[in-house]
């Protein structure tokens, strides 16, 4: 799994700008992120080639399998990231209200 | 979840066509499959346009899960639609490989 | 993972006894799934004395992620033996009903 | 899902003892998992009888999921604890490596 660029993780991420918080990944990090969604919406689209080509059920199954896995990849760099910037920043500020919310996606996440 | 419409589900699914394979839905059931895919893929194309807006990540990773979500669902209403199909006539048709072949997806599929 | 002895798989599985559905495993797949039993149940023991002990959490964590495996290992086991036999049995003796109580089943062990 | 009594969670959880890094789970906490893990070994126990006694392999398996659905709670509840204690003390403390350690055990847990 291509690597989100580590030196840019611990980047200050989340800021807050008009009172909304946001993320600050750098370009080199949102082109790795950008180019793994081109590839998953390339993805979906062959899936729905093959549903128009009347593709056999078990092959079709096979491809959505690996969407499945492609934006599972996705959401553990994504979710890596966040810990390793967001998380950590805002229990070094004090705000352990942070854990409660990467409770609730790590739960969502969760088998 | 909007079901595959059922009456076309028991309908011949499976046929050898020129040595190869095919599924054989009918136009209402690749419709609905086609519809789920077009909503799938505009998430796909959303969860883009959030990391270009620099959202925050744990946002971000609800909309993934929300795409996930939807995977699931499309490959849920596709497996019924293969096993009442495909598998129920080339099972009565003696060819109990098919289970073989059932098995490989579903264990994919599987926790 | 240790397979059903496969010769005895498509042993004629399941029999209505006294109206109720049975199972038939032969005396060697019945150990090798007792045996497997034993083996996770000694795990869970095994978790339950990582906590009286105070063991890192991290590390209970991965005992539990342990037995999950050992688990999914068994369920894939009986649903590979079930699929074999009882399965394409009723099919075949044109009870296509049986396939939506597995549909009920595999939704339920998928992801 | 019945939960940790919280006012213990923020106990102070991860000392090292002897260079061996432990749990400090309350006796409540304690009470509480060790209580789970005997319902858990029982339902590992009542897999194990419906074995011997031939039962329907899908009444089988929808003990087994009954099984991994109680794991998957006990180990959302350990995560939980460990979470909104060792991990924040850590990250206070400095030792930002507990994150590492954290997505190794997180990501075994995700789909």
Redesign the interface.
């Known amino acids: 799994m291509e690597n989100l660029p580590v030196e840019t993780l611990n980047e200050e ?2 800021h807050t700008d008009k009172g ?6 750098s370009e080199e990090q ?1 082109k790795a ?2 180019s793994r ?2 590839r ?2 390339g993805q ?2 062959g ?2 080639r093959l ?2 080509e ?5 092959d ?3 491809q ?2 690996a ?2 896995s492609a ?2 990849g ?3 760099m ?7 910037s ?3 920043e805002r ?2 500020d004090g705000d ?1 209200e942070v ?1 409660d ?3 609730v ?7």
Do not use: W
């Open positions: 991420c989340c909304e918080r946001k993320s600050h990944h949102k992120l950008i969604l081109n998953i919406e979906v689209r899936v729905k549903i128009e009347d593709t056999y059920c078990d079709v199954l096979t959505i399998s969407v499945q934006l599972n996705l959401g553990k994504l979710l890596e990231g966040h810990m390793k967001c998380i950590v229990i070094q352990t854990i919310e990467l409770l996606t790590v739960k969502r996440l969760m088998k």
